[in-house]
């Protein structure tokens, strides 16, 4: 509760520009496009530009008296026609201001806007679930029997498991359908479902899954068969991988054992997991910033969408004029004069915290650029630098958390790949020497380390310290366990191979 008071008082100390840039640096580069057609359409004084215009309106301190005259402006409900006498609009109907009211976001290093607004080709795909309704054709099913099927197969998760109760099922069917079932039934119809591809789909659990897969490879093959044997009979054994006492078991040869195992680790657990994951839209990142290896000399460059070209509404500033050139000013032109205004201060707002937004964005990526430079040369996480996020606030001149908010949201793009850049932040640790080094080094040499064990004898985590302390670094081995775990790397048991 004082945390989000603390936000409150922040917020009523900034200005209403600033607010927006925050919430704009939020926004990532694939839904800019986005907000700023919420913005065309809620204020019809801000357009895109159809030319290049020159940047030559007022500084935010010119925005902001303007501000200023707008509150002396704002007239009460009941609008006397005093409120009304003494409207400014000089500022907006000079001569030459068709040239003045428009923002130049673009620069010429930036690809044309034409590019960026071309249309994107859409993949056609069949999802997974509309996959498995597509094999349902092919069972000969009653309409009543082909509704309940339909229901079974949208209890589906995406990875292709039934993980609701067949009790639930048969409720749910009663009351949102009015069709009276059995579990019986119902238990029939999901043993058909479990007959399509991919195999393994329908299945209540993981258990399951993988002998549904089994059962449709050719038990002749004696690797199958007690593959199928050790997931019926030792599922718990395999899982924590005590090969020996299966082995012992069933009487295995280290050869049997072996082909055995081999046959399940090739089994899908997830049968539905490639369907969701390409039908997934957030799967897809667009990068905010472009590094470029020219030579040893490091060129950044932002993506073009973060820099439209918008402008003033000149049919706006057309009215304005006619206003102006009139000698009979009612009071409703005076109240439509008035809305004129403030949706043009509103689009110069806008179009300043775009720029803003701009301009933070390259100010933060350059200094994250030139921090961790050895890296963007070279690629190797072992030459980034520790690095907090006061670091670069310092470097800046930015608030803190406006630093955040760019490394949390923001992706750039490199020759050795695409990274938030969240990831180029770490904590600090010590070596021998007393030198400070990145946390992301120490991860990086752990997990080469692990990659290159024995997989038939695999390094502990007692094990894993000694070696990390023989190069140099002042590590424990309850901080090698929380690497290894952020790293997704099980403990060495489960590591261990045949």
Known sequence: MLKQTQQQKLLQKLSPQQIQLMKLL??????????????????????????????????????????EENEDDEFD??????????????????????????????????????????????????????HLLGQLGMLELDERQNALAEHIIGSIDDDGYLRREVSAIVDDL????????????????????QEFDPAGVCAT?????????L???????????????????????????????????????????????????????????????????????LPDFFIINNGGKLELTL????????????????????????????????????FIKQKIDAAKWFIDAIKQRQHTLLSTMESIMDYQREFFLTGDETTMKPMILKDIADRTQLDISTVSRVAN???????FGTFKLKFFFSESLSTDSGEEVSTREVKKILSDLIEAENKRKPLSDENLTKMLQDKGYNIARRTVAKYREQLNIPVARLRKEL
């Open 303 to 338: 993506n073009s969408r973060n820099a439209p070209d918008l402008r003033i509404s000149g049919g706006y500033r057309e009215m304005l004029r006619e206003y102006d050139r009139g000698d009979k000013k009612d009071k409703r032109q005076k109240e439509a004069v008035l």
């Open 409 to 415: 949201s923001k992706y750039v793009q490199t020759e």
């Open 215 to 285: 059962k449709r490879k050719s038990q002749e093959d004696e690797g199958v068969h007690t593959a199928y044997l050790i997931l019926e009979n030792y599922f718990d054994e395999f899982t924590k991988k005590h090969y020996e006492k299966i082995q012992k078991a069933l009487s295995l040869s280290d050869e049997a054992l072996k082909a055995s195992i081999n046959q399940i680790i090739r089994l899908n657990p997830k049968p539905g997991g490639n369907y969701a994951t390409l039908n997934k839209a957030e799967s897809y990142v």
């Open 205 to 213: 659990d993981l258990k399951q899954c993988l002998l549904l897969q």
């Open 77 to 130: 409900p009941d609008g006397s026609e005093s409120e009304y006498d003494n409207i400014d609009i000089s500022e907006y109907v000079s001569e030459g201001d068709d040239d003045v009211a428009d923002y130049k976001l673009r620069d010429d290093n930036y690809p044309d806007p034409d590019e960026s607004n071309k249309t994107i080709p859409i993949r056609v795909e069949t999802s997974f679930h509309e």
């Open 174 to 193: 009663s009351f949102s359908q009015n069709i009276e079932t059995t579990e019986e039934e119902i238990q029939e119809l999901i043993r058909r479902i």
């Open 26 to 67: 939020q926004v990532p580069t694939v839904n800019l496009e986005e907000r700023i057609k919420e913005e065309l359409e809620e204020n019809p004084a801000l357009e895109y530009g159809e030319e290049a215009h020159e940047d030559e309106f007022k500084e935010q301190e010119d925005f902001d008296a303007a501000g």
